[in-house]
């Protein structure tokens, strides 16, 4: 690979956005390593690539948009975006993004979070560090080819947030993100929208293609991932999401991610 073809690219605006978009696109590279530092608050607008992403967050949580849901991507994790699904991203705190673009990657039908093993996430510091001359081509190679077989065996985590298509039950989602609740139930939803509880159930599944109760025990996750970033205390995120108690809260964190929240976001550098 081409030095050129590595970069560590600061904060960069929406013209110099696009005109790296512009870049990669024309790279002849089968794999280009990318590192960027972006700023809370920080709004990436819509656009797509003809390859392959895995957006690894380093350090910090990303929200993505696409048209279907909304993905979270917390430290240790990546999203992989499958080439040519046009999406934006919010920076919810400051992010260290180490990001991968992959000419063929058969995987990606759809946006998926995985978990960013200690393999892959040295192979991926590897690629964005590498200089030419501290690295042989055999070696890059190398390390390319392992991080290619390394990625089709990294677990999913449901922290994609399926969004429905019509107008009313997708604002009664937003509202429920807005403020979170574990006791959240059918009857109030189906009579919101004035239909029967078998109906909403039909209706909700053939809009998100999941059950509602799968659906809100993952927004409530999703919605308290930013605030556990902030170091809110896990008593109060608990509490407001509508959980009895903290083990309650716990017990379906670890559950979903694989690990409590007081260790979820700490200690996740790899």
């Not at 607008?45 to 380093?58: D, F, I, N």
């Amino acid at each position: 690979m081409p030095k050129s073809d590595r970069h560590y690219l600061p904060d960069l605006p929406d013209a110099d956005h696009f005109r790296n978009l512009e870049w990669i696109e024309k790279a002849n590279a089968p794999l280009l390593a990318i590192g960027r530092d972006y700023g809370r608050g920080l709004i990436v607008p819509p656009h797509s690539h003809t390859r392959t992403q895995l957006w690894w967050a380093r350090s910090g949580v990303v929200l993505v948009h696409t048209a279907d849901g909304r993905w979270m991507i917390p430290p240790g994790h990546a999203l992989l975006i499958p080439a040519g699904m046009e999406h934006s991203a919010e920076m919810v705190s400051d992010v260290r993004m180490h990001s991968i673009y992959i000419a063929a990657m058969s995987r990606a039908h759809r946006p998926l979070v995985l978990e960013i093993t200690a393999l892959a996430g040295s192979l991926i510091d590897e690629l964005v560090r590498i200089e030419n001359e501290t690295s042989s081509e055999r070696r890059e190679q190398l390390i390319t080819d392992l991080l290619l077989e390394e990625i089709p065996r990294l677990a999913e985590r449901p922290l994609g947030l399926p969004f429905p298509q019509d107008r009313g039950l997708a604002g009664l989602c937003r509202k429920f993100l807005e403020a979170p609740s574990a006791s959240a139930n059918i009857d109030q939803w189906a009579d919101n929208l004035g239909i029967s509880r078998r109906s909403f159930t039909r209706f909700f599944r053939r809009e998100t293609g999941i059950s509602f109760v799968t659906w809100r025990q993952q927004a409530c996750i999703f919605a308290s991932l930013p605030r556990i970033a902030d170091g809110e205390p896990i008593t109060t995120v608990a509490l407001d999401a509508g959980y009895e108690n903290v083990a309650a809260f716990t017990t379906m964190f670890r559950r979903m991610l694989g690990a409590p929240p007081s260790l979820y976001l700490r200690g996740r550098d790899l």
